[in-house]
Nanobody
Framework: QVQLVESGGGLVQAGDSLRLSCVASGRTFSSHSMAWFRQAPGKERDFVAAITWNTGNTYYADSVKDRFTISRDNAKNTVYLQMNSLKPEDTAVYYC????????????????WGQGTQVTVSS
């Protein structure tokens, strides 16, 4: 089992930055690929970014590329999502996921999820 706890969300204005954190506990964190997804009201959970456990390769949704950066600190069992130049359309609950995905952008490929953290961007 892996337990995930997200933090760092909040209410910001368009153009601001936020850094989300996801702290993992339980089974070996470093052996899991990690990802961030987001879900707006009435919409499906959408892929945001992922980082693989072995190579550290990163992947991004087109909508956040060049604005968001995912990183991980295995010594701290933590994955981060640095979000810059935030837009109102980034408003959502952001979830951290862990697992061994066949397709990194597919939510059901992840085995463990946090409770989510709300990000609200005002215009």
């Amino acid at each position: 089992q892996v337990q995930l706890v997200e933090s760092g969300g909040g209410l910001v204005q368009a153009g601001d930055s936020l850094r989300l954190s996801c702290v993992a506990s339980g089974r070996t964190f470093s052996s899991h690929s990690m990802a961030w997804f987001r879900q707006a009201p009435g919409k499906e959970r959408d892929f945001v970014a992922a980082i693989t456990w072995n190579t550290g390769n990163t992947y991004y949704a087109d909508s956040v590329k060049d604005r968001f950066t995912i990183s991980r600190d295995n010594a701290k069992n933590t994955v981060y999502l640095q979000m810059n130049s935030l837009k109102p359309e980034d408003t959502a609950v952001y979830y951290c996921g862990a697992g061994f995905p066949w397709v990194v952008s597919r939510s059901y490929d992840y085995d463990y999820w946090g409770q989510g953290t709300q990000v609200t961007v005002s215009s």
